[in-house]
């Protein structure tokens, strides 16, 4: 009998720690969610962060296109023969034409 009187019983888990591992789960198993599964989550929004600043740039490129198009419009406009000569090589039949690099 002098053994029975060491013997410890197991520790009773509280009701607080119960309910802070539920939350603590919860709280978890949510803000997994929210990273990775959910439409608005952390790999989707890095994704189309990506693809924002990919267009961003094929933007800038267009643009500087489009100026460069707008440019060379305003030559053709004010000396079509010069343009055609110069980008082109056009010239006449009784012409020779010379290039230099």
């Given at each position: 009998?002098?053994?029975?009187?060491?013997?410890?019983?197991?520790?009773?888990?509280?009701?607080s720690s119960v309910w802070?591992?539920?939350?603590?789960?919860?709280?978890?198993?949510?803000?997994?969610?929210?990273?990775?599964?959910?439409?608005?989550?952390?790999?989707?929004?890095?994704?189309?962060?990506?693809?924002?600043?990919?267009?961003?740039?094929?933007?800038?490129?267009?643009?500087?296109?489009?100026?460069?198009?707008?440019?060379?419009?305003?030559?053709?406009?004010?000396?079509?023969?010069?343009?055609?000569?110069?980008?082109?090589?056009?010239?006449?039949?009784?012409?020779?034409?010379?290039?230099?690099?």
């Amino acid at each position: 009998m002098g053994h029975l009187g060491k013997l410890q019983l197991p520790e009773i888990v509280t009701s607080s720690s119960v309910w802070f591992n539920k939350y603590a789960i919860t709280l978890a198993a949510f803000v997994v969610w929210m990273a990775f599964f959910d439409t608005h989550s952390i790999v989707n929004q890095f994704r189309l962060n990506k693809a924002i600043a990919k267009l961003e740039t094929e933007k800038a490129n267009y643009e500087d296109a489009l100026e460069k198009a707008l440019l060379d419009r305003k030559s053709i406009e004010s000396d079509l023969e010069k343009y055609a000569r110069e980008k082109y090589l056009f010239h006449k039949d009784n012409e020779e034409i010379i290039l230099f690099k």
